[in-house]
């Protein structure tokens, strides 16, 4: 594989602090109660890097995530922006797009925050599992209380200023007992851009409750019942695992290559300026087999001075080879173009593998319920 099978990089993701005001009982960052801060002075440094290297391409989208970001300050927005638009003044006057993105658990969304967001133009995605006792039995704050009433704060600060929202659920073996009413929360508090991360074994989250066969049993049973709700109410829920699944059914395209094993589509960047990439997860974790994943500091590496690194090249050849196994075996690579290190590493112990348990939860059961709805009920999707 040569530079020209690598990138483009269309995705930045950046710590922008290891602080995380929660400590969600699923989550896999070990240093999340302490405040480490992505210095904006590296900012310049880190666009240079991407667009110095042979890997941007037309659109990137810089993601400022894990921990919580928003226990920085509004202002730390503000100045990061304005570095985006003086560094890439040119490169967008020829057209490049540049766009800001924020994950955060909207806990402490106010006015101010939403000022923030518009003025910036940052796209918000928030995290919120459902009803209060489902998502608090996991997403507390430190002294054990529940996060739920201040995300929904959050999030009806954000709809009262016209903001658009997407959301991520984590699913958990609570979330399986009632579909419909999962369904009518999100429905009926007005979140209708949605996205299901099922509960994974990775980093410090040694286990999951939604591993073994009757969970992906439940899982099925939960999916369908889900797509039955939505399809019943005219579909005002974009549910991502389905709407992935069908543009490729409707475009008649399947996925040649996740963006999560081909080198340089996805840069990511913590609060250090170590970087990584491949699967984000991977970012600064030490590992038994690999070490770090880290591949350098922008400080004192660029990014192709980083592909000649040994960590690179074994980190490159085991991916390669797990995801040439997923081409081998599995009937499901169209849809997933081979998977996601982490989850191969968590599971399996080395990226040179191949089926996932989270592989059946983020593919093979998403597919199989399209296609039983399609079938059986002669529906055609959304």
Not at 1 to 28: E, F, K, R, W
Not at 212 to 236: A, T, V
Request: with cysteine; charged share 20%.
């Amino acid at each position: 594989m040569n530079h020209a099978d690598y990138g483009p990089i269309g995705l930045l993701v950046i710590q922008a602090t290891s602080l995380c005001n929660l400590d969600c009982s699923y989550c896999y960052l070990p240093d999340r109660q302490k405040r480490r801060i992505f210095d904006l002075n590296q900012l310049p440094l880190l666009l240079n890097r991407v667009y110095e290297s042979p890997f941007w391409g037309p659109h990137l989208s810089i993601l400022w995530h894990a921990g919580e970001p928003l226990t920085l300050p509004c202002s730390f927005y503000d100045d990061a922006t304005a570095i985006v638009r003086e560094q890439t003044a040119e490169l967008q006057e020829q057209g490049v797009q540049i766009e800001q993105h924020v994950q955060t658990n909207a806990t402490l969304i106010n006015d101010a925050w939403c000022e923030c967001f518009k003025r910036n133009r940052i796209v918000v995605g928030v995290s919120v599992d459902g009803p209060e006792e489902i998502h608090d039995s996991h997403r507390r704050f430190r002294n054990g209380k529940g996060s739920h009433a201040l995300t929904m704060r959050g999030i009806r600060k954000l709809q009262e200023q016209e903001i658009p929202i997407h959301a991520i659920a984590v699913l958990t073996s609570a979330a399986m007992e009632d579909p419909e009413r999962m369904y009518s929360f999100f429905r009926d508090n007005g979140i209708h851009d949605l996205g299901f991360n099922v509960e994974e074994q990775e980093g410090v989250n040694a286990s999951s409750s939604m591993q073994g066969i009757s969970r992906e049993k439940q899982y099925h049973h939960f999916l369908k019942c889900f797509w039955e709700c939505n399809q019943r109410d005219g579909f005002p829920i974009r549910l991502r695992e389905f709407d992935q699944i069908t543009e490729m059914m409707i475009s008649g395209q399947r996925l040649l290559q996740n963006e999560m094993n081909r080198p340089y589509s996805i840069l990511s960047v913590d609060s250090a300026g170590n970087f990584s990439t491949f699967d984000p997860e991977l970012l600064s974790v030490e590992t038994q087999k690999y070490g770090l994943f880290n591949l350098g500091n922008i400080r004192d590496q660029s990014l192709v001075a980083a592909t000649e690194s040994e960590t690179f090249q074994q980190l490159l050849q085991d991916m390669t080879a797990g995801t040439a196994l997923c081409r081998d075996q599995c009937d499901y690579y169209g849809f997933c173009g081979g998977g996601t290190g982490s989850n191969k590493y968590w599971e399996h112990g080395t990226l040179a593998s191949s089926e996932t348990c989270a592989c059946r939860f983020s593919t093979q059961i998403p597919v199989k319920v399209l296609l039983e709805q399609i079938e059986d009920q002669g529906v055609k999707a959304p």
